[in-house]
T-cell receptor, first 109, second 113 residues
Framework: QKEVEQNSGPLSVPEGAIASLNCTYS??????FFWYRQYSGKSPELIMS????GDKEDGRFTAQLNKASQYVSLLIRDSQPSDSATYLC?????????FGAGTRLTVKP | EPEVTQTPSHQVTQMGQEVILRCVPI?????FYWYRQILGQKVEFLVS????????KSEIFDDQFSVERPDGSNFTLKIRSTKLEDSAMYFC???????????FGQGTRLTVV
């Protein structure tokens, strides 16, 4: 069974703070890792992809991957109220991509 | 900017009826997927499709479901005899290469009454 686990939250941070989102996965042969953002009633929107161990930065977002620990994280710096959404971790193998249940983030002004 | 397009945006059907959900993936993409999301629940993988055949399917994708790429642009999901529990948002996604970034359509909300 290919499991992707996330803390469901809700996670609440003040505007301007760093939000930290975590994800673990069970399938050791997973090769691709993604963070999506989903607003209520909308489709998942890709934020970042990461394929190698270490950090990857894109603007206010930093993804971190540790394959040995089967762990992926997303840091959002200088959080804004518009970042309030559910963040989905997705883990890909050869033929599929599975999602975690998502972490709901609220950024308070 | 290229995008994945799904039609219809909302479909209401009676239990036991067949429905076909349609998707137009991004034009140069080769890998196609269907997901569903029951209200308030997680995004669940249904099926992946490459080179005109199913690559992988989940335990949800039983004999009631089928997929097809009838021409060079459309990718369809058929549910043969809908059940109340099939009510959900259905998302189509595509990617240009295996392990690449997948982009989602806006979804079809299916309501079975």
């Amino acid at each position: 069974q290919k499991e992707v686990e996330q803390n469901s939250g809700p996670l609440s941070v003040p505007e301007g703070a760093i939000a930290s989102l975590n994800c673990t996965y069970s399938d050791r042969v997973s090769q691709s890792f993604f963070w999506y953002r989903q607003y209520s009633g909308k489709s998942p929107e890709l934020i970042m992809s990461i394929y190698s161990n270490g950090d990857k930065e894109d603007g206010r977002f930093t993804a971190q991957l540790n394959k040995a620990s089967q762990y992926v994280s997303l840091l959002i710096r200088d959080s804004q109220p518009s970042d309030s959404a559910t963040y989905l971790c997705a883990v890909g193998n050869n033929n599929d991509m599975r999602f975690g249940a998502g972490t709901r983030l609220t950024v308070k002004p | 900017e290229p995008e994945v397009t799904q039609t219809p945006s909302h479909q209401v059907t009676q239990m036991g009826q067949e429905v076909i959900l349609r998707c137009v993936p991004i034009s140069n993409h080769l890998y196609f997927y269907w997901y569903r999301q029951i209200l308030g629940q997680k995004v669940e993988f249904l099926v992946s499709f490459y080179n005109n055949e199913i690559s992988e399917k989940s335990e949800i994708f039983d004999d009631q479901f089928s997929v097809e790429r009838p021409d060079g642009s459309n990718f369809t999901l058929k549910i043969r005899s809908t059940k109340l529990e099939d009510s959900a948002m259905y998302f189509c996604a595509s990617r240009s290469q295996n392990h690449g970034e997948a982009f989602f359509g806006q979804g079809t909300r299916l309501t079975v009454v």
